[in-house]
């Protein structure tokens, strides 16, 4: 990985990165018995990011950027054959995001994405991934080793295409999510804690025909050493 920063003021920063990636596949991805494919070659991919860094107050920060990552093998889901397949795509996109904490316990974190991933083979869109992202998570630390946090997310702009077309695209409706946090530590090493997502049951469907999972909770204690 390659990154360059320039301090353009005293609280303004422009910074450019350049990063070569791998990821192999996943067990899954290799050996699911409906869409498990060996043959499959680990991911590479070239990622460029540019943009601008703003401290606007102590407790309030702002980023821009635009960002470019070229992925020989990315590993996707096959629509027509139903299993896992590599294939080459270009991601283009900006996003912007911040941070404010109004209150030394109080925390709020917006971003917006926007994201255009195409094949370069035929220019087409990849199925199921939305073009725009909005996200919000508010996190509340009332005293140290107690956190309620909850985290917003709404997709936009996804489409898919004709089995027999890819070229006609059905678009995708619109939805939101909202999952939330409580989490304590009680010293030692031992925090328990409290998740759950889709908390307000959204009904929506990530894959046409494929309804999301409805609202569902989570609880835990976890040791760290």
């Not at 980023?63 to 590599?86: E, G, K, T």
């Not at 997310?153 to 995708?172: C, E, K, L, W």
Request: aromatic content about 14%.
């Amino acid at each position: 990985m390659t990154s360059i920063g320039y301090d353009l003021t005293s609280n303004l920063l422009a910074f450019g990165t350049y990063a070569r990636k791998v990821r192999f596949p996943t067990i899954d991805q290799l050996f699911n018995p409906q869409q498990g494919n060996v043959t499959l070659r680990p991911e590479q991919s070239d990622n460029y990011e540019a943009g601008l860094a703003w401290s606007v107050a102590p407790k309030a920060q702002l980023r821009a950027s635009a960002f470019r990552n070229d992925v020989s093998n990315f590993i996707l889901n096959d629509q027509l054959n139903q299993v896992f397949v590599n294939r080459d795509v270009n991601i283009t996109g900006f996003q912007v995001s911040g941070s404010f904490s109004p209150l030394p316990t109080l925390m709020f974190r917006p971003g917006y994405t926007y994201l255009d991933m195409r094949y370069p083979s035929s220019g087409l869109p990849v199925d199921y991934r939305p073009r725009q992202v909005v996200n919000l998570l508010v996190a509340y630390e009332p005293y140290p080793g107690f956190q309620v946090s909850s985290d917003l997310s709404y997709f936009m702009d996804q489409s898919v295409g004709s089995r027999s077309n890819a070229a006609v695209r059905q678009t995708i409706p619109e939805y939101a999510v909202v999952n939330a946090r409580i989490h304590q530590y009680f010293g030692n090493g031992i925090s328990g804690y409290v998740r759950a997502t889709n908390l307000f049951n959204s009904v929506y469907e990530y894959a046409v025909g494929f309804p999301a999972a409805g609202r569902t909770v989570y609880a835990g204690l976890e040791y760290h050493f």
